[in-house]
């Protein structure tokens, strides 16, 4: 069964081969062909013309089908919502909206809150700033430390020896807490281990 479907198909490459130069006018049909030599008195010889082949026309790309007609609306949104007799593809709402605690804007769960996030960004934006123009772009062999409108006073001046100090002519924020730029107190961790012991 195999083998006459592979013969067929060789035959019907053939023909389209044979096919393909009348049809786009690199050779005349035979029958022109033989009824001008029949005419002529000079004889044609049949290596005047190439042999013509479907690589040729071709060449290395690649004859693919595509679509005659545009896509209607109905189909398009059929494919997209479904239909309602077969396959309706219902509109789900969102339930993993929350309403923020801080600003009250809403926010997806598992992310940042991004109006907050906004306040975040533009506070770090202006101490980089402040920073770079107190301090220059040296290297910080020293801890910098970021003090808002009267927050120095409130520590003696000993205890800003050996310190670089950037002074924020503002004053602080509700949401930034003194306690972000304060080092931890409790020693590193001198083990690998992730999980939990001695529990219980």
Same mark, same amino acid.
């Given at each position: ?8 198909? /060789? +035959?019907? &490459?053939?023909?389209m081969e044979?096919?393909?130069? #009348?049809?786009?006018? $690199? ?80 926010? /997806? +769960?598992? &992310? ?7 306040? #975040?960004?533009?506070? $770090? ?29 409130e520590k ?26 304060q080092k ?17």
């Amino acid at each position: 069964m195999i083998p006459r479907i592979l013969v067929r198909l /060789e +035959v019907l &490459l053939q023909h389209m081969e044979h096919s393909f130069p #009348v049809l786009f006018g $690199t050779k005349p049909p035979p029958s022109i062909v033989s009824l001008v030599a029949s005419n002529s008195s000079v004889p044609i010889s049949s290596n005047s013309v190439e042999p013509f082949s479907l690589k040729d026309l071709i060449g290395d790309g690649f004859l693919w089908a595509v679509p005659r007609n545009r896509r209607t609306i109905e189909k398009r949104l059929k494919r997209k919502f479904g239909h309602p007799d077969y396959v309706w593809k219902l509109i789900k709402p969102k339930t993993t909206l929350r309403t923020c605690n801080q600003c009250g804007h809403d926010y /997806e +769960v598992g &992310l940042l809150c991004p109006h907050c996030y906004d306040k #975040v960004r533009k506070e $770090t934006e202006l101490i980089q700033e402040k920073i770079q123009k107190e301090l220059g772009l040296d290297p910080v062999d020293k801890e910098v430390i970021v003090l808002y409108d009267g927050e120095k006073g409130e520590k003696p001046n000993e205890q800003w020896n050996g310190k670089r100090i950037v002074e924020m002519q503002r004053p602080r924020p509700m949401w930034f807490s003194k306690n972000l730029m304060q080092k931890t107190t409790q020693p590193a961790a001198t083990t690998e281990e992730a999980k939990p012991n001695e529990l219980g």
